[in-house]
């Protein structure tokens, strides 16, 4: 099957568009085509670009990395300040730029952390999980595990009822109820005395 030429891709004479509607749609394809550049421009170059366009209905589109606000606003600044001001713009801008890059640091360490706490608590709540299920339903790992878990629980009961026992064995003295001894050390009182 043979296939057919086409016209391809064509030099357009620069001249006006006289039809309105061919207008339109010339004008919509190339502004898109314009920002999607502007795009890659700023992106590649790390520059700031603001572009503003009226389409022939009179409508106005525009384009800006970061904002057209922003761009327009250091234009205006450099203008207005003419050679004696910052030709880049940036010097005073870093300190505060530094700052809000710490700033994004110390809340993505902050995510981070927070991240692995939900996760350590996700491991958490499946070996609880599993532990709870019935131990016909256990593979041979999670016995191995429950095995190791009932051997520490019975090392710690064990510790626990010897330092109770010592504590018994052990008692601290009771008050001795023939002797009392009043808040002034001086004057003692015996059974005797209190009947």
């Avoid at 009226?54 to 970061?66: E, I, L, Y």
Wanted: charged share 30%; hydrophobic share 35%.
């Amino acid at each position: 099957m043979e296939r057919k030429p086409n016209a391809g891709r064509k030099k357009i004479e620069m001249k006006l568009i006289q039809a309105s509607d061919a207008r339109q749609v010339t004008f919509s394809k190339r502004r898109s085509g314009l920002f999607k550049k502007a795009s890659e421009l700023a992106t590649l170059c790390e520059s700031e670009i603001a572009i503003i366009a009226f389409s022939p209905g009179g409508k106005a589109f525009s384009f800006g990395h970061p904002s057209v606000e922003a761009v327009i606003n250091r234009y205006d600044g450099q203008t207005q300040a003419g050679d004696g001001g910052d030709q880049n713009g940036q010097e005073g801008d870093l300190p505060e730029l530094i700052q809000r890059y710490n700033a994004q640091l110390d809340q993505l360490e902050v995510e981070k952390k927070r991240a692995e706490a939900i996760k350590n608590m996700g491991k958490e709540m499946k070996a609880k999980t599993w532990l709870l299920t019935p131990m016909e339903n256990l593979n041979l790992t999670q016995l191995q595990i429950l095995k190791v878990l009932m051997e520490n629980l019975k090392k710690r009961v064990n510790q626990q009822r010897g330092e109770l026992s010592k504590k018994a064995r052990n008692p601290r003295p009771f008050l001795d109820l023939n002797t009392v001894e009043a808040a002034d050390p001086s004057v003692s009182y015996s059974p005797t005395q209190m009947e």
